[in-house]
Every structure is written in C-alpha cells, then in structure tokens.
C-alpha cells in the first residue's frame, strides 16, 4: 500500500511541476497535500478498513490532476488521468473504480453518499474548518482573478465566503463536526465581523464621497469669493500705486519750488536778469499745477459716514466701507452686520457696490494723474525751452555776467575757508 501512494504522490508531484500553470495559487500540490492530511485525519480517528484507507488516499492525491487539462469539469479529467496511471501501475480494477467515485464525489455542488463519499468530500473542503482558512481562501480568490475566471472585490469575496460556509457547505463525517465544525463558525464569524467592517469603511467612504461632491457644489461659491478678493486687493494696490505718484510728484515740484524761490527770485532786482523772469513763471505754474492736481488726486472724499435701518433692510448701504458707518453707534453697527451676515446675497452685493466705488475712485484718480504729468511734461519742455531762448536773445544774457556772478562766489567763500584753516592751527 504504501508503495502505490509514494508512486502516487511522485507523479502527481512531477505532474503539476511539469503541466500546472503557475496560476493555480490554490489548485496545487500544496492543497493536495492538505486534502491527503485531512483524509488520514479522518481516517486514523474513524473505523475505515485499510483498503477504504487506501481508496481514500489514491484519491485525495489524484482528485486534482484534471487541472493540468481544463479548470472546466476537471473531475472528469482528474479521473481519465487515475485511471491511466493506475492501470499502468496494475492497480486492481475495483480500487480504481472505487477512486473514481472519490474523485466524483468532491463535485461542491453534488451530495456525496458513502462513506468513503463523505470523507473525501470532507477532506477536499476541510480548510473551511482550519486556521489557515483565510490564507488559502486568499489563494482561490487571486487564482480566480489570474485566471480571468471572475474578479471579487474585497466586499464582494466576504459576501461570497459567508454564503458559501453558511449556506452552501456542511461536513458530512461525525470527525469533521466534531473536531472542524467548531473552527468553521470561528472563521464564519470572523468573515462577518470583517463585513461589518467592511461596511463602516464604505459608509466613510460615502460620506467622504458626498463631503466631496458638496465641496464641488460649493467650489463656484469658492470660486466667487477668490474673484471679490483678488479684485479687491488689485483695487487697492492700484490705488496705493496712485498714492505714490501723486506723492513723487509732489516732493519733485516741492523741491523745484524751492530752488527758484532760493535762486531764481532773488537775482529778479537785477536788471541784467530781467529775462529769466517769464521762463521762472511759467516753471513755476507748472510746477504748481503739477502739485494742485496731485493733491486733488489723492484728496479724500469725506461722506456722511450714517445710515438707517432702512437703508438696511432695503440693502441701499455698503457696510464694507468705513465711510458708510464711522459716525455709526457700536450697537447700531453690530446689528446691521448681523443683518448683513443674514443674507449672502446682501453680503455679496455689498462687495460688488465696494467694487465698483474703488473702480470710480480709480477711474478718478488716474484720470487727473495722467492729467498731472501731461502738465509736469509740458512745463518742464516749454519751461527749458524758454530758458534757452531767454539766453539766446536776451542782450544782457552773457558768459562774462555769469563767470563775474562765479568769481563773487569764489570770494565770498575763500575768506570762509581761510579763517576756518587759521582756526585749526
């Protein structure tokens, strides 16, 4: 007996090394082996007959050896093959027989009959009663999906391990409810406590996928408020950008003021230098006119800075700008704003009045600034250029005025220096 099973073990070994797809990660000789463990399982803790032990285990080694042919009614191919080796090892014709019903008898949707039926069916499905039940379940499922059989998700292969243990599988020998049944309900239990899991990581994941598709409803709200802010904050950087112009040209006019009132005017009781009277005065309306308009530019508009609650509830006031509430109570202010927060449309209107009031204020400033330095320009072109034709035509507009002017200078400062040295030593 146990020379046929060593033979019988070395073929089928040989057999799935040499014709067994590597994607059978279930179907293998790891899993027959398995099944032969759990046959002398039974067999060694039940009253079978050493010719029973040895149908079962011809049987346990041969039931998958079809697979090396078709995954499809590979029961019947598993037999074709035992039934080829077994007569070649002049096995006798009932045992082969006997193997053949065996191998038969592990079809999962059939109902074995004898004994030796039972057993191997029960052999064949022991996993389900073992602690490796999850590693080998695994093995099947990834052996499915590489085969393109059928592809379970994680859900759906729960759902389908519980049907199957709770409704579709049952052991048949006293050993196997005895000693595997109890081992069936733990790994049962556990694939429906994995289901439940399972469940709450769908429902986060639903909710996850609802916040999500809300966050998407809200993204044009987003999207409004990123317009309202960035079109406020270029507003008022332009406005800042006015500021500064305005500013430049007042300290530059400022300071070309104050050159010709410190040089220019006080060379006017002269009468040699009578001709630089009309280009100092126009320079010098330009030079104001430049200054007038910038500080118009930058002037600010002082409003009533009060509103009524009408105004409020009819939505006429723009509570975004100070100058709309300044000489507003607290009280008074804090309500309207709760009256505003109320409504987003208000809210939203309210920016697009502050919006479009910058715009004006803008629109006003840059307008006279373009204003401002068209005059700045000008003056100082006509301004050079009446200098230069004041010099050019003017009888008493000499070199010998100007160097006579430069020598009374050198005079005045070398007595100053001459001291100042005397001083030190």
């Not at 592809?151 to 579709?168: D, G, H, M, R």
């Not at 006019?253 to 006017?268: C, D, G, Y």
């Amino acid at each position: 007996m146990a020379d046929i099973i060593t033979k019988t073990e070395d073929f089928v070994f040989n057999l799935f090394k040499e014709d067994l797809p590597n994607t059978f990660l279930y179907h293998n000789f790891t899993h027959t082996k398995r099944v032969l463990r759990s046959a002398n399982e039974i067999i060694d803790n039940s009253e079978v007959t050493a010719a029973d032990s040895k149908i079962l285990q011809l049987a346990a080694l041969l039931h998958d050896t079809g697979y090396t042919k078709t995954r499809e009614d590979h029961e019947e191919e598993s037999v074709k093959i035992a039934t080829k080796f077994l007569e070649e090892q002049q096995v006798e014709k009932s045992i082969i027989e006997a193997v053949n019903k065996c191998i038969m008898a592990t079809k999962f949707k059939d109902t074995p009959k004898t004994e030796l039926e039972k057993i191997i069916r029960d052999a064949d499905a022991s996993h389900f009663g073992k602690d490796y039940f999850d590693e080998a379940s695994e093995f099947l499922r990834k052996e499915l999906e590489l085969q393109d059989v059928i592809t379970y998700t994680t859900s759906e292969w729960l759902a389908e391990n519980i049907e199957v243990l709770s409704q579709k599988h049952q052991f048949y020998t006293d050993y196997a409810l005895r000693n595997w049944q109890q081992q069936k309900e733990i790994n049962l239990a556990e694939l429906i406590k994995s289901k439940r899991k399972e469940k709450k990581r769908h429902k986060k994941e639903q909710m996850k996928a609802r916040y999500k598709a809300k966050a998407k409803d809200a993204s044009p709200e987003r999207a409004i408020q990123s317009f309202y802010r960035t079109s406020l904050r270029n507003h008022i950087k332009l406005s800042d950008i006015a500021d500064t112009k305005a500013n430049i040209l007042l300290s530059v006019n400022a300071i070309i003021i104050s050159l010709m009132l410190s040089t220019l005017f006080s060379k006017f009781d002269n009468p040699a230098n009578q001709f630089l009277i009309v280009p100092t005065i126009i320079l010098m309306l330009s030079s104001i006119t430049s200054m007038i308009l910038s500080i118009v530019a930058t002037r600010p508009n002082v409003t009533s800075g009060e509103f009524t609650k009408e105004d409020v509830k009819n939505q006429k006031v723009n509570l975004t700008f100070f100058g709309n509430f300044h000489k507003m109570k607290l009280e008074d202010f804090e309500w309207a704003i709760t009256e505003l927060l109320k409504d987003k449309n208000y809210v939203y209107s309210s920016l697009t009045k502050d919006l479009y009031f910058l715009g004006k204020v803008l629109d006003r400033k840059y307008r006279i600034l373009r204003v401002t330095y068209t005059v700045f320009m000008v003056g100082m072109i006509i301004s050079v250029i009446a200098f230069a034709v004041s010099f050019k035509f003017s009888p008493n507009a000499n070199i010998d005025n100007v160097l006579k002017s430069g020598d009374q200078a050198i005079n005045i400062i070398e007595p100053q220096q001459k001291t100042s040295h005397n001083y030190f030593v």
